[in-house]
């Protein structure tokens, strides 16, 4: 048991570590969160969906 508690907890360790450190790769990100949700917002919008013909 101590043993698959280590486990879980070294890999939730590691996965919190990468977020923490993984730089943002949208291309208008500039790190502040409005500036991602903006990037996002305009992504969705250029992208078709089943309410509209994509473009």
């Not at 508690?5 to 502040?32: D, N, P, S, Y």
Request: hydrophobic share 60%; glycine share 6%; proline share 2%.
């Amino acid at each position: 048991m101590n043993l698959a508690l280590a486990i879980i907890f070294l890999w939730l360790g590691a996965a919190l570590m990468f977020v923490a450190f993984h730089q943002l790769t949208l291309e208008t990100a500039k790190g502040a969160p409005a500036d991602v949700i903006k990037s996002l917002r305009v992504a969705m919008q250029n992208t078709g969906n089943a309410y509209k013909a994509s473009k």
